[in-house]
């Protein structure tokens, strides 16, 4: 007999897409998929939450993820190559190179792009966004040392991005229009303490505060970003970092329905209304909501993996938001609900302000179970909290709060 072998068609070489590759590969010992995969950016998927480390000595290969490569009969990956459009009745796909790929299944890996705000001056040369290598290589072009530079958007990529201008020698300040830093992962207490301990690396924090204007020098070229408040602060490089939209511009063409705020539109296995396309990563609106981080976007990539050698995927079910990271040497840490929305939660908190940390548990109302949390300074505890989240209080929570941590 003849074995019959399928085209799956991969639009987005990043993470998610990259994993899902990874997973089927792996799984498919009968070679039931041949896999051909459409990426826009010169280089094969990358490290993107390391991206900031490109600045600082590492490169391009060394960020590179492994997984099936060249040597892979039954994987084609085109570089600097994107879907233009989708043909759902013919399963045809259209390349930016004017190609025309046939597919039996279709997975959008499409990702996002950076969020920049439409304020005057948003294009002037001078501006970036920080999402790419490509990115990256012009920030670095157009650094000057010992300059100022003005990052818009003081989240985790905010603060990155205000990490890579330091780097590069330049004066950062970061803007951000909520009241504190990271207003997603913690509290106005952990991001007072966040912002003295980044304050102390030379970057210039500015909560609160909208941006209303970027001007042009004599050259053309960004001199300035205007403040909402009137205020004024020069800038040789401005960069966006203020949030992220998903790249879902094919679902209108492709008559694919889009989440309410953006990203197609699928279930909980990650399925469009059409039985051969799948969304995955940033892209995809699972159940309505989009996910920005790699860990949700890599479940998902299983998932769809599974289902398509008939394995039966997992459904997606609830994101696991938590995230333990480093950020200008200062150490964050959110895990389960860091921001007691829960009805009754109990909030007990640590501020040392000599030592510069913070930790907050959230208790349900009896005290007795853990919900969440947020550490600032010294994230140690993390990995013993976070696996009872849902459960009693274990004694490293008694301890974290006593200061005998």
């Not at 799984?27 to 990358?46: F, I, T």
């Amino acid at each position: 007999m003849t074995r019959t072998v399928r085209t799956l068609v991969v639009a987005g070489h990043g993470m998610a897409g990259h994993r899902l590759v990874a997973e089927l590969r792996g799984l498919d010992a009968a070679g039931a998929w041949r896999v051909v995969v459409l990426g826009e950016e010169p280089h094969p998927a990358y490290d993107r939450v390391a991206l900031s480390s490109y600045l600082d000595g590492r490169s391009a290969a060394d960020l590179a993820l492994a997984g099936p490569g060249s040597h892979d009969p039954l994987l084609e990956l085109r570089l600097n190559t994107g879907v233009a459009a989708v043909d759902r009745a013919a399963h045809t796909v259209t390349t930016t190179a004017g190609d025309v790929v046939a597919y039996d299944a279709l997975v959008l890996a499409t990702g996002s792009r950076p969020f920049v705000p439409p304020v005057p001056g948003h294009d002037l040369p001078g501006c970036f966004g920080y999402r790419s290598l490509g990115d990256l290589d012009a920030i670095r072009a157009a650094a000057v040392p010992g300059r100022p530079g003005v990052v818009i958007g003081g989240g985790l990529l905010g603060l990155e991005a205000a990490n890579a201008l330091r780097l590069l020698g330049m004066e950062p300040h970061v803007v951000e229009l909520a009241p504190r830093l990271m207003p997603l992962q913690v509290d106005a207490a952990g991001g007072g303490v966040l912002g003295l301990r980044v304050a102390r690396r030379g970057l210039r924090i500015h909560c609160g505060v909208a941006t209303a204007a970027i001007t042009a020098g004599p050259d053309g070229r960004v001199a300035s970003v205007v403040l909402a408040d009137g205020s004024s602060l020069a800038a040789d490089v401005v960069v966006f970092s203020a949030g992220v939209r998903p790249r879902d511009e094919l679902a209108g063409p492709a008559g694919l329905a889009r989440g309410e705020r953006g990203g197609f539109l699928v279930d909980e296995l990650c399925r469009t209304q059409d039985e051969r396309i799948w969304a995955i990563g940033e892209c995809a609106a699972v159940s309505g909501r989009c996910h920005g981080l790699a860990a949700p976007g890599y479940r998902m990539a299983a998932s769809v993996a599974r289902q398509l050698l008939g394995l039966g995927g997992e459904p997606f079910g609830e994101a696991d938001l938590s995230t333990k990271l480093k950020l200008l040497g200062v150490e964050v840490a959110s895990f389960g609900d860091a921001h007691a929305a829960a009805a009754g939660a109990v909030e007990l908190s640590r501020l040392d302000e000599a030592a510069g940390t913070y930790a907050k548990l959230v208790l349900d109302a009896d005290c007795r179970t853990l919900l969440g949390g947020i550490l600032v300074g010294d994230a140690r505890a993390y990995g013993e909290l976070r696996p009872y989240v849902g459960l009693g209080l274990p004694a490293a929570g008694h301890r974290l709060l006593a200061g005998t941590a």
